[in-house]
């Protein structure tokens, strides 16, 4: 199985910073992978998809790019409506493996 | 719209079995697969399967093998997961999700508690 490490696991940053979080798989996936946002008590939603493409209606300040095994998601601005914890998600094989997850809070 | 309905909450005796449907509506149910995603209280997701929406063939979690079954009915769009020998560490949230392969939408999640 694909092993996806996500890190940090939590992070801690003020509004209009700029957040980074970093996935890297243990074999090269090339660009399948996506990132999802979930809020408390809500189904995940899709961010970014093939990497670094942003799925319609999501908003421009949150973006993705890498390929192969590392990749980075990033919010350009961190906003009060993005505390939320965020997945990435490798599809190149089955089982399509979860990183463990990015807690984001406002500082 | 798109949209995936799933049936409600559930509460389970350890070994009991539990059935979770996931009614799709909106699109072309036999375009995309469906995959499962579990996730257990205060924990991250955890892929649990996929199942084609065309002709229903699966790829299981390596770890629910012999416990996980995933049908499809193609009539009424609606795609089910059964899980049997319940144990305390299958309580979860149940999601299903259309797979495109990114998980573009998905249900509204199913509670499974499994207790004695």
């Known amino acids: 199985d694909i092993q996806m490490t996500q890190s940090p696991s939590s992070l801690s940053a003020s509004v209009g910073d700029r957040v980074t979080i970093t996935c890297q798989a243990s074999q090269d996936i090339s660009s399948y992978l996506n990132w999802y946002q979930q809020k408390p008590g809500k189904a995940p939603k899709l961010l970014i998809y093939d990497a670094s493409n942003l799925e319609s209606g999501v908003p421009s300040r949150f973006s993705g790019s890498g390929s192969g095994t590392d990749f980075t998601f990033t919010i350009s601005s961190l906003q009060p409506e993005d505390i939320a914890t965020y997945y990435c998600q490798q599809y190149d094989n089955f089982p399509r493996t979860f990183g463990g997850g990015t807690k984001v809070e406002i500082k | 719209q798109v949209q995936l309905v799933q049936s409600g909450a559930e509460v389970k005796k350890p070994g009991a079995s539990v059935k979770v449907s996931c009614k799709t509506s909106g699109y072309t149910f036999a375009t995309y697969a469906i995959s499962w995603v579990r996730q257990a209280p205060g924990q991250g997701l955890d892929w649990m399967g996929w199942?084609?929406?065309?002709?229903?063939?699966?790829n299981y979690a390596q770890n629910l093998q012999g416990r996980v079954t995933m049908t499809i009915d193609t009539s009424t769009s609606t795609a089910y997961l059964e899980l049997t020998s319940l144990r305390s560490d299958d309580t979860a949230v149940y999601y299903c999700?259309?797979?495109?392969?990114?998980?573009?939408?998905w249900g509204q999640g199913t509670l499974v508690t499994v207790s004695s």
């Open positions: 999700a259309r797979d495109v392969p990114g998980l573009d939408y």
């Open positions: 199942i084609s929406g065309y002709n229903g063939d699966t």
